[in-house]
């Protein structure tokens, strides 16, 4: 599907998973995030022919990234919890937060891909614009 809007966000192209180079083309091959197959990328991107993995192991940095992310989740858990209840225990953070975390995996898993190869591959604009790789 190609999008009429050659003015895409890269804050939205990310959380949607888009090609960092044409924000069009989807990075993985399922839509679905809880399907068995919420991992797998297309190799190169179906509108420009962007190259998903510019090099082995490439995806090393994402972990980086996640960690950002549950980190930040942890801390969001511990300020919600520290209003809803009058005392925190251990157990209840790390209940609630292995909830949430495992719940949101597949989402953290890509949203993390997508902002690595972001860092890395800039906007060249609308898909029928830039020259096939």
Known sequence: MVMKNSKVSLLSSIFRTKCPRCREGNMFTSSNLYSPKFADM???CPCCGQVFEPEPG??????????????????????????????????????AVVIIVLGMLPIMFRVSRAIWINIFIHYEGPCMDIPKK
Do not use: C, K, Q, R
């Open 58 to 95: 490439f995806y090393y940095g994402a972990m980086y990234v996640s960690f950002a992310l549950s980190t930040g989740i942890f801390l969001g858990v511990l300020l919600v919890l520290s209003f809803l209840v009058e005392e925190i225990t251990l157990p209840m953070v790390l209940i």
């Open 42 to 44: 297309h190799a190169n």
